[in-house]
């Protein structure tokens, strides 16, 4: 029987670095060629498990439901029904801490869902692998990894599981989470002795690693716990955080709000005492000073409200992954975007090819193969054309993706351009199968940013051929001839290719360059064999056309106050076409749009950078590198900064972002793990969409601070008022619990699914220092509260007084008032700056339910015999309700005429009417 912990490891082994690769592959029992069948795949998925380690377990469940009276706010409460207790009014000291038990109930569960809901959103992005299995190149979940599978490693990868290398071109490493070194490291594929600790095993990749250059392939040895990453404690297991800036803030106000509460009880209980009061009154005056200033609601709103903002990002194909970006996503005032799928469609097209110094035009569109090359007009025969043959043969064969017919359309296997390339081969006539199997390929040197192009060498008869593409600037440098249209050579003409190349440019199209040679058979390709003799093959320039629904968002963004910054590798004329179409503005409305490149940058010293930053609105030839700059630029600037990336060397720059944003479909797992947000679609409206959720989260939640504050205020002021005025208590600790507790549950929370107001990307960002309760709304706060005193109070003496009510009868109606103001409050609470009817009056579904609901409670609250006993209220009469709704609807209209009277004078305030 095979130890527990060697459950996920490869037969009979535990570790294969000191084994030859040959006998790695024996012993896992797999074909390095062909892989592992799909039906012995899920044998081995049944035997091994699922290639996941297992969560830590973290804290129990009652440990978690304890945590939830830790704090302040709970200790008041915690300390009010104790004194109650000690006051011998066994009732109310049962119900305040049966409302104590019954909040934490509702922080565990809102916890619980919180976390669950986050786990889910982040099984949407998992990890996947490129594997080889039954003959065929796959992609397929991480988590279905088993021992023996082959998987195919490039830059970006993260690895998946724990591998043995067997093929290996010039692979880089990044092992820093698992071993601490800080640079990546070299890999080949030779046996090690077996005592090499894990840091100088370099014939073996290690899941949580990541590729940072190069290629390889490796068969899988080890998956989920058993790998060396599972196998250290606590490496990439934790909790999920859920504190977010806004959270911590709120938890430091209650922490403020602790001792403010504590100080107007004592200031409370002693001036009653010095005044003569008894001491028990006094002590249950503070008891309910302290319970109704207290908002009870508060921690769950915010949660909620934060869970509802990633919900609705997640319906609209964004992923948050880091739930602080749900508040920061309000603030953006720049978004910086690549181009290339995010605002344009990655659906190329190759519209014109320039070889032998001829022009040739290509007809039809996307991947569809309809459509023929013509020159001047008229149809060519390709097979006559020496130059154009090579060039496009060169785009085919230096070449990683598939395009394949399916049922649902065309689907492209790898990189766009690269399937753009693929049809206009077929377009002129070429089979691809006949051309990849008369020119096999040999060897290869990877794409990488940095270097801008990629080659292939392939066999072809008696001698092996270099096959080159990559930017034009990058080509020129390497080229000293070029094929003429009869396949002699001839000298290269450097300014007439860049004049051609910047023709197609300044028409929206992506220009590639293509070149080849002859090379020896037994030569491994390198980079030394492409930096100079290079025979120049031709130009190739393909449409990627912009996507409709992302020129609607830039202009959104536009009128929002956002800049949008879009960001290329492109040529500059290129840029600037892709950039008009999608009509993105200058920072400077005085001036024409700019384009910097990515020599300009280089050039500008760290000082001059962030005001050349500002002003310019695009970028082109900017290596992934200098994007991380743009960043720190724009932040030096006072900007909160959303940055797109896809690559490996976009991590640095999606970190330093304030709002890193990764594509879910064409990024690296190295981009998405540095991203606080992926976009499923990678579409520029998704962000648009994402800022527009993220504005609506944070109005909500003001919305229910604002209605929440002046209730806990008009209870303290009522309960100071009785003492000033030496009258009975308006009401009772137990009495304010009632209040606040049922109001948050019926009206506050009704506040967290409200829609977004009309007109809320057409105001400016808000700024980040800008504190929730501004000095405005801070007044409102006041008058709202000082109403509900007046209303409260007033009613608690004329009902006494004028109408001949006991003191249980006025203690009712002083809490159905505070309910009654609040409920017509909530009304107005729904738009800020304008009336109720602004947003339709039905436009939330559960405003009116809540208030139905609320309506329902008090009624039971007030007439039901147990509610009676349990919360001393007393059976009111119709009178009674006429003059309480009387109050609310002052409440209402007086609130209504001073955001009437803001916004008219907003000239004349004009910091009013935004804040």
Known sequence: MKKKHEHRRGPEQASYHHLEAQAALLLLEVDAAIGLSEEEAQRRLLRFGPNRIRSAQGPSALVRFLSQFRQPLVYILLFAGAATFLLREWVDGGVILGVVLLNAIIGFIQEQRAEHALAALSRLVATEATVRRGGQRLRIAAETLVPGDIVLLQSGDQVPADLRLIEVRSLRVDESPLTGESV?????????????????????????????????????????????????????????????????????FSQLLLWIILALSVLAFVMGV???????????????????????????????????????????????????????????????????????????????????????????????????????????????????????????????????????????????TEAAL???????????????????????????????????????????????????????????????????????????????????????????????????????????????????????????????????????????????????????????????????????????????????????????????????????????EQKLALVKALQARGHIVAMTGDGVNDAPALRQADIGIAMGRSGTDVAKGAAAMQLLDDNFATIQAAVEEG?????????????????????????????????????????????????????????????????????????????????????????????????????????????????SAARTIVINVIVAVEAAYLLSCRSLLHPPTHIGLFSNRWIWPGIVGMLVAQLLFTYAPLMNRLFHTTPISVGAWLRIAAVALAALLIVELEKWLRWHFRDRFPHSARD
């Open 184 to 252: 990546p490291v070299d890999k080949h594929k030779e046996p090690l002795p077996q005592d090499a600790v894990l840091a100088e095993r370099r014939n073996s990749a290690y899941a949580g690693t990541h590729v940072t250059y190069g290629q390889a392939t490796g068969v899988v040895w080890a998956t989920g716990d058993q790998t060396e990453t599972g196998r250290i404690a606590g490496l990439l297991i934790g909790t999920t955080d859920l504190a977010t800036p806004l959270t911590r803030k709120i938890a430091a």
């Open 274 to 416: 010095l005044r003569g009061h008894p001491i028990s009154q006094m002590l249950m005056a503070a008891v309910a000073i302290a319970v109704g200033a207290i908002p009870e609601g508060l921690p769950a709103a915010v949660t909620i409200t934060l869970a509802v903002g990633v919900a609705r990002m997640a319906r609209r194909q964004a992923i948050i992954r880091k739930l602080p970006a749900v508040e920061t996503l309000g603030s953006t005032t720049v978004i910086c975007s690549d181009k290339t799928g995010t605002l344009t469609q990655n659906q190329m097209t190759v519209q014109q090819i320039f070889a032998g110094g001829q022009r040739f035009d290509v007809s039809g569109s996307g991947y569809d193969l309809q459509g023929e090359l013509r020159r001047s007009g008229q149809p060519v025969e390709v097979s006559a054309q020496h130059a154009l043959l090579a060039c496009l043969k060169a785009g085919a064969l230096a070449n990683d993706s598939t395009i394949t017919r399916r049922p649902e359309g065309w689907h492209v296997d790898g990189d766009p």
């Open 422 to 624: 693929l049809v206009v081969a077929q377009k002129a006539g070429l089979a691809l199968a006949d051309l990849h199997s008369a020119h096999p390929r040999v060897d290869s040197v990877p794409f990488e940013s940095e270097h801008q192009f990629m080659a292939t060498r392939h066999a072809h008869r008696d001698t092996h051929m270099i096959y080159w593409k990559g930017a034009v600037e990058r080509a020129l440098e390497r080229c000293t001839h070029c094929m003429l249209p009869d396949g002699s050579l001839g000298p290269i003409e450097p300014e007439v290719i860049r004049q051609v190349a910047e023709e197609m440019a300044s028409r929206g199209l992506r220009v590639l360059a293509f070149a080849g040679r002859e090379t020896d058979h037994d030569a491994s390709l390198s980079h030394a064999h492409v930096r100079t003799g290079l025979v120049f093959l031709g130009l190739q320039g393909m449409l990627d056309p912009p996507r409709q629904e992302a020129m609607l968002a830039v202009q959104a963004c536009q009128q929002a106050g956002i800049q949008v910054k879009m960001i290329t590798g492109d040529h500059p004329l290129t840029a600037r076409a892709v950039a008009e179409k999608l009509a993105i503005q200058s920072p400077l409305p005085s001036e024409t749009l700019s384009v910097c490149t990515g020599r300009m940058l280089e050039s500008i010293s760290a000082s001059e950078l962030p005001e050349r930053v500002e002003k310019t609105a695009v970028f082109a030839r900017v290596a992934p």
């Open 695 to 807: 504005r609506g989260v944070f109005d909500n939640l003001t919305k229910f601070i604002i209605w929440t504050l002046p209730t806990n205020t008009s209870e303290a002021l009522v309960m100071i008022a009785a003492i000033v005025l030496g009258t009975a208590l308006p009401v009772l600790p137990v009495q304010l619990l009632w209040v606040n507790m049922a109001t948050s549950l019926f009206l506050g929370l009704t506040l967290v699914f409200e829609p977004k107001e009309p007109g809320l990307m057409q105001r400016p960002p808000r700024p980040p220092n800008r504190p929730i309760l501004t000095f405005p709304m801070f007044m409102r706060t006041g008058l709202v509260a000082l109403i509900t005193l007046a209303g409260a109070f007033g009613l608690f003496l004329s009902e006494q007084q004028l109408h001949g009510a006991s003191l």
